[in-house]
Structures are given as structure tokens and as C-alpha cells.
């Protein structure tokens, strides 16, 4: 009788490749997810996300009353500026009649407005309103 060691039993040897699979699966996973990731064009969520801080902004204006020009106009010029990327951000949408009928409604909303400010809070109020139901009216049928 030689003293050769005893070979590893089965299960140790099972458990081993168990780990080493659950190991390789996360790492592949992760690495997947990394891939999806990177292809998907952050562009029009971030630019979506950037008008919705903006509008936040200015319902938090109205609640805090502070509905002067100087705390309401940086925030319209910015939704105006950033509507001009919806073509840009939606490329698949730009050539939809409906898309450009909701964005220039956007935009004629903010245009009025920069051309006529809200003079107090119960204008911003309404202003608050009429955007809101701007970006519903797109999402509604395009989200
Ligand atoms: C002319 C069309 C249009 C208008 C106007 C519009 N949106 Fe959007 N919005 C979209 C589309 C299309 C999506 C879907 C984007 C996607 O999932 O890729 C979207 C998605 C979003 C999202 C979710 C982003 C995400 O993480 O998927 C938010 C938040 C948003 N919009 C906010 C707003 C706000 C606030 C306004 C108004 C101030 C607005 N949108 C006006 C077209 C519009």
C-alpha cells in the first residue's frame, strides 16, 4: 500500500466548480451590463432629466414665493435653450408631425413667456400649469 494522498472527494470537487462558475457569471454579468451600458446614447434621458430639474425649480419658486423676474428667468431661458436639442436628442422622432406639433407648443409656451414674464405668483402658477401640461401632452403619446 502506497501513502499517495486521497484524491479530493466528489463534492469538495463539485463545490469547487460551483464557485469558480458563480465566480465567471458575475464577472461576465457585469461585463454585459458595462456593454449594454455604454451603447445606449445618455443624451436624450440626461437632456429630458436637465428640463425636469429646471421645472422642479420653478414650482419650488412658486412655493417659496419668490416669483420675480430674477429667480423665474434663468430657468425659462435654460428650457428654452434646451428645447432647441429635442430634434437633436429624438432623432427618431424629428420627422413625426405630432413630435414637432408638441415641441413647438413647448416652445411657443416658453417664448410667451420670456417675452411677458409672470409679474407675480399666481401668473407663475399658471405658467407652472401650462408647462406641465406641455410635457404631458409629448409624453402622452410618445414615451
Ligand atoms: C416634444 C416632446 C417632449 C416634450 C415637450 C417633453 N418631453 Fe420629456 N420625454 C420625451 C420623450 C420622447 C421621452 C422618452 C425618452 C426615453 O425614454 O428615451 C421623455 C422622457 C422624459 C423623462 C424621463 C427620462 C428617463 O429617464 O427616461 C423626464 C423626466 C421628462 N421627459 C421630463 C420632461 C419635462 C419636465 C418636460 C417639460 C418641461 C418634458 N419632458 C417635455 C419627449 C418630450
Redesign the pocket.
Known sequence: MSDTPRPPSAALRYLVVLVVGLIAGAVMTVMAVRAIQERRDPF??SL??V??R??QLLRQSQEQNRCAGADVLPRLQT?RAL?ND?DLA?PD?RDDAR?QQ??SQ?RATLNDALATPPADCAELGRLNEQ?KS??R???QD??
Do not use: I, K, T, V
Request: aromatic fraction near 16%; include cysteine.
Open positions: 436624450p434621458e429630458m432629466h428640463m425636469g429646471q421645472s428650457l428645447s429635442m429624438f422622432l413630435f408638441h415641441a413647448f408647462l406641455d410635457c401632452a409629448c409624453h410618445f414615451r
